[in-house]
């Protein structure tokens, strides 16, 4: 029995055009660029299904990926969003050193072969809303901390700039807050999610959203994999006698750092986490390494939650 042939669409993604490489690992299929738009979108997606694409791979480009993605979700064709980072150090071990959008496309294309990544979760509409709107608070609420820090040193006529902008600002949260309250009342599985989520101590309603937003895997994944998600899991950092510290690294910055207030809060008010948290105080390790623990603690726990309630809960809707 012959093992049918993949082939792989590849994309390299920019603000206006996407480069496409199709193959089956043999021979280059097609290679053509698309406008990134509506059109061009449509376009490449039935040359896709012409060419029985198995597979479409593209790189993660702050947000620029997401039209023609959202193509080829729901499809029979699998979905691989890529950390650019590490597609580009594959093509330096490959010796590619030269980067043009069809060379980048057909490392993509090659990366993608080999390493096979597990297909990217499938979040709703509503989970994709959310994620951009907990962005957009998120950016509005670092612009006020910026200009709080301004208002320190600035001069009287320049506070009175600042304090219009910092109540504006305000002002565009709560809009953006009222919003996300306006997608929750919209869609009930989501509300009911927040409500699975809020039960745990520390964990309030942005919180919760920001966790369903930026990580959708949340309740799918075992505890090892959702504290890497979130970039909580230490990694170990020793050579040969060398034994050095273990620090956490990548993962979903915003999802992690949602969490650190919260933690604190835990802290103060449920028995189980203060209990962690001093338990490692008392053995000498720093108050941040202690309430990294305690965030870890609180993923892995959300992410036990939110399985609870796929398996026993919610099928009884």
């Not at 919180?207 to 979130?230: D, F, H, R, W």
Request: aromatic share 8%.
């Amino acid at each position: 029995m012959t093992k049918k042939k993949e082939i792989i669409l590849a994309i390299d993604v920019s603000s206006t055009q996407l480069e496409a490489h199709i193959s089956d690992g043999q021979s280059i299929l097609l290679r053509k660029a698309f406008n990134n738009n509506k059109s061009g979108c449509s376009q490449l997606f039935k040359i896709a299904q012409n060419h029985n694409v198995t597979r479409c791979a593209l790189e993660a480009t702050g947000g620029y990926e997401q039209a023609i993605a959202e193509y080829f979700y729901g499809s029979e064709i699998t979905v691989n969003i890529l950390n650019p980072a590490r597609v580009r150090r594959y093509a330096q071990g490959l010796g590619i050193l030269a980067k043009t959008d069809k060379i980048d496309a057909y490392v993509i294309e090659r990366y993608t072969r080999e390493v096979k990544p597990e297909a990217n979760f499938e979040a709703t509409k509503s989970q994709l809303m959310l994620k951009r709107l907990i962005y957009r608070r998120s950016s509005l609420k670092s612009t006020i901390v910026a200009e709080k820090n301004r208002k320190r040193i600035a001069e009287k006529q320049i506070v009175k700039s600042i304090n219009r902008v910092i109540n504006f600002l305000e002002k565009e949260v709560k809009l953006i807050e009222k919003s996300i309250d306006q997608l929750l009342q919209q869609d009930i599985s989501l509300q009911k999610k927040v409500d699975v989520l809020t039960k745990q101590k520390g964990i309030a309603k942005i919180t919760a959203c920001s966790l369903i937003g930026l990580m959708p895997e949340l309740g799918y994944l075992n505890k090892q994999q959702v504290a890497s998600l979130a970039g909580l899991a230490p990694f170990s950092r020793d050579s040969g006698k060398m034994k050095g510290k273990r620090f956490i690294q990548a993962g979903r910055f915003l999802a992690r750092k949602s969490l650190y207030m919260p933690a604190w809060v835990a802290v103060m008010y449920d028995q189980k986490f203060k209990q962690i948290y001093n338990r490692l105080t008392g053995r000498g390790k720093p108050p941040k390494v202690a309430i990294v623990a305690v965030m870890r603690k609180m993923i892995i726990e959300a992410n036990k939650n939110l399985k609870f309630y796929y398996k026993n809960i919610q099928k009884n809707y």
